[in-house]
């Protein structure tokens, strides 16, 4: 493993990026959103999607001059056609309208289809809470990886889910996971690294148990998590992320573009039920609180979203480990583009 300073990542990546067709500002955000990810302990969604995205807008699968287009519309909703532009830029535009109706109208739904990947969908909805509103967020993925409860074989995509609730003086409030046991690109991120897997995540081709990170490239699928309770909201997922909004499921046949997303969105303003500051200072206690309960011998009391605060603060501190195989591919890609590479 490398450890390598963000901003430096943050650079390389906006370069890569306006190389390749983005307006500075696209590529920049792309890059932020990326390296967050990897900031913040996601690395299946974080810097190593550099190459891929790469990958992708070299196929023809994301447009980098494609701007995502509202299609219909009402006051508190609206249906976005994200056009194949990079999904980073349709995710922001579904939740800067979702804000922004929540706002004029307390409660808002915003969904979008022709989407690309769209990374680490934590980032939207904290990015709401940010500005003093509460978000969910519901996609699918196209592509299909996990079983569902009790089956074999690969049906829908890992369809991950976010929270996202306003504090004030403590950190954000923060949920943000795959459906399935872990998101893919964490046995990607072990498959570059020559690791095993925990036993719980896979079944090879044959249903059996497995360590074998390669064992999902060759039949094999992801489990749910939490058995019957994840499968549920996994389907929930796919009922809302791609059904409600016209986006491909993971039993559509068709399978180009790669890893396409289907994003429904919700967003409340706190001020339609009680003040804005008032809900701000309560959960804020109810999170003190939660964090003062006596926890077992040996383990720590936090509420969801501390884990990537806490390793945020290190990494920023200390650089962001990176497999040698994705740092390499992401100096070889910069190269490639004829980029001037300042390591210092």
Known sequence: MILVPADKLLRLGTGIFSAQGLSREKAEFIAETLVEASLTGHDSHGVFYIPRYSERIREGHIDPKAEPKIVKETASTALLDGRWAPGQITALKVVETAVEKAMKNAVSAVGAFNCNHIGRVGYYTNWAAEKGVVAMMFVNVGHPAVTVFNGTGKVFGTNPFSAAVPTGEVRPFLIDYATSVVAEGKITIARSKAEKIPTHWTRDRD?????????????????????????????????????????????DPKKEPPSTNGVFAIALDPDAFIRLNDFKLQTDEILRQVRRVPPEPGKRVLYPGEPEWETKDRRLSEGIPLPEETWSSILELAEELGLEINLD
């Open 207 to 251: 249903g059996k148990v497995t360590d074998d990170p390669w064992a999902i490239k060759q039949g094999g699928w992801l489990l749910p998590f939490g058995e019957y309770k994840g499968y549920c909201l996994q389907l929930l997922n796919e009922l809302l992320g791609a059904i409600l909004t016209g986006s491909r499921t993971g039993l």
